[in-house]
Antibody, heavy 121, light 107 residues
Framework: QFQLVQSGPEVKKPGASVKVSCKASGNSVTSYGISWVRRAPGQGLEWMAWISAYNGNTDYAQKFQGRVTLTTDTSTSTVHMELRSLRSDDTAVYYC??????????????WGQGTLVTVSS | SYELTQPPSVSVSPGQTATITCSGDKLGGKYASWYRQRPGQSPVVVIYADNKRPSGIPERFSGSNSGNTATLTISGTQAVDEAEYHCQAWDSSTSVTFGGGTKLTVL
């Protein structure tokens, strides 16, 4: 059974960086696209970025351009999300999610358990 | 940037039909998906590609998408359906957009 397991909670100071990992089990991550979605307190879901674990192609939401980087380690079936220059409003639960493609669209068929990132001085 | 609008909350009595809407410019020309999220849990897809139901999702969940509005319908709503529901649009030009979420209360 395919599963995404994320790294544990993080507490960071403003201006710092955080790196969250997402490990796929049950199948190789290189077969899929992985997106990162976050949910801040009192807010809805927010799409951040996508990576093709197959060829490393990436796509970033304009809001996060220049501040977020996705990388993949195919040897461990792990995708990493690094967010830099953290602010208090980056406090959120961060999810990785597998993209499943259907015709000309995609949807998120599997989700990690979420990683709470708290940004506080 | 593309925006999707959902009502913040919807209430329904057990056994009745719950309808949750998601509005966006020409949304009917894109594909819509819906996710259920219970408190403290990760989202789960309940409808994808406008009206497709993943395996394991009860038949009481259905979806439609036309014009500027996508709709999630839950027939014979049960207490276990109480959760927050998020719509999502996927389009090659607008990438991925989520709505603000709708809290469904079954009372």
């Amino acid at each position: 059974q395919f599963q995404l397991v994320q790294s544990g909670p993080e507490v960071k100071k403003p201006g710092a960086s955080v790196k969250v990992s997402c490990k796929a089990s049950g199948n190789s991550v290189t077969s899929y696209g992985i997106s990162w979605v976050r949910r801040a307190p009192g807010q809805g879901l927010e799409w951040m970025a996508w990576i093709s674990a197959y060829n490393g192609n990436t796509d970033y939401a304009q809001k996060f351009q220049g501040r977020v980087t996705l990388t993949t380690d195919t040897s461990t079936s792990t995708v990493h999300m690094e967010l830099r220059s953290l602010r208090s409003d980056d406090t959120a639960v961060y999810y990785c999610a597998r993209v499943t493609y259907y015709e000309s669209t995609g949807y998120y068929s599997d989700w990690g358990q979420g990683t709470l990132v708290t940004v506080s001085s | 940037s593309y925006e999707l609008t959902q009502p913040p909350s919807v209430s329904v009595s057990p056994g009745q039909t719950a309808t949750i809407t998601c509005s966006g410019d020409k949304l009917g020309g894109k594909y819509a998906s819906w996710y259920r999220q219970r408190p403290g849990q990760s989202p789960v897809v309940v409808i994808y590609a406008d009206n497709k139901r993943p395996s394991g999702i009860p038949e009481r969940f259905s979806g439609s998408n036309s014009g500027n509005t996508a709709t999630l319908t839950i027939s014979g709503t049960q207490a276990v359906d109480e959760a927050e529901y998020h719509c999502q649009a996927w389009d090659s030009s607008t990438s991925v957009t989520f709505g603000g979420g709708t809290k469904l209360t079954v009372l």
